[in-house]
């Protein structure tokens, strides 16, 4: 698996790629403005480049773009739901101005409302997102920690989404956490190597792109979306040795999105996971 962490922009997006070429990631997620706003502002053209240029001189694949959290495909006020799909566009837009592989949403709450009316519901926000966009940036569905009405929290849900937008340049992204919370036991290498046997067949391991290496200190099916650093979580060394080595996820990213609460809490999370994947390459 290729190694990579979420970083931030604060201060510009030429900051992320720096920062990632100086730990020697492999993949990168950013946030493409602010996560917790609907205003975003606006994205200069010769920032963009030249975090283009400089992600690319990095060797960094794939670079990401996680959608704000404000987005909801799956809602059922008109207004909310159009302004999300309008909202995603533009970031897929911007996804494609920074020459990023893809934009990387949540599917989205139904509310109370019935299973499959949520499931067309965000297909369709997701099909107009795309159409508005235009040719560019794809568009991968992160699977959630359920609850809440939200979709993607059983990993049939993301294929269901996927089937309905087969024929459009979409994928699945897998977050360890949010899988753990959704009850998915994945706390062993036993256990998170099923889970892979199971996307494979539930949802078929070409559609899924990315990873998103979280721990969490929730038990299994407590639909709490909360991460925590490698190794100091309940899904533990196993968990993490097993899918940095699977040979199925090789050319796959996996980013991770713990805390920052230290200076060397980015380098100690990533020096963990290197070290799995090299003890992995030994024995192999
Ligand atoms: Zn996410
Ligand atoms: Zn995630």
Redesign the pocket.
């Known amino acids: 698996m290729r190694l990579g962490i979420h970083l931030s922009v604060a201060g510009g997006p030429m900051r992320a790629a720096r920062e990632a070429r100086f730990l020697g990631l492999e993949c990168l997620q950013i946030f493409a403005g602010t996560p917790r706003t609907w205003k975003q502002k606006p994205l200069l053209k010769a920032d963009a480049l030249a975090f283009r240029r400089a992600a690319g001189e990095a060797g960094l694949s794939p670079v990401v773009v996680?959608a704000p959290?404000l987005i909801n495909l799956g809602a059922g006020d008109h207004a909310l739901w159009r302004r999300s799909y309008l909202a995603l566009a533009s970031q897929l837009k911007r996804a494609t101005a920074l020459g990023a592989d893809a934009v990387?949403?949540?599917p989205g709450s139904r509310g109370k409302r019935e299973l499959e009316w949520g499931l067309e519901r965000v297909a369709e926000g997701a099909r107009r997102a795309l159409d508005a966009a235009g040719q560019g940036a794809a568009l991968w569905l992160?699977n959630?920690a359920g609850g809440g009405g939200h979709l993607g929290g059983e990993l049939g849900q993301l294929a269901m989404l996927l089937d309905r937008l087969e024929g459009l340049p979409c994928g699945a992204?897998i977050?360890t956490a949010?899988a753990f919370a959704a009850g998915y036991a994945i706390d062993g290498f036993d256990q998170a190597r099923a889970l892979v046997d199971r996307l494979d067949a539930e949802l078929s391991l070409k559609r899924v792109k990315m990873w998103?290496l979280n721990d969490t200190d929730f038990p299994a099916g407590s639909l709490r979306d909360r991460h925590a650093h490698l190794g100091k979580g309940l899904l533990g060394e196993g968990c993490f040795a097993a899918l940095v080595t699977d040979q199925r996820l090789a050319h796959m990213g996996g980013v991770m999105?713990t805390p920052k609460d230290t200076r060397w809490a980015d380098r100690r999370n990533l020096a963990f996971l290197r070290r799995l994947r090299r003890r992995g390459a030994a024995k192999a």
């Open positions: 996680h959290y990387v949403v949540h992160e959630t992204v977050d949010h998103h999105e």
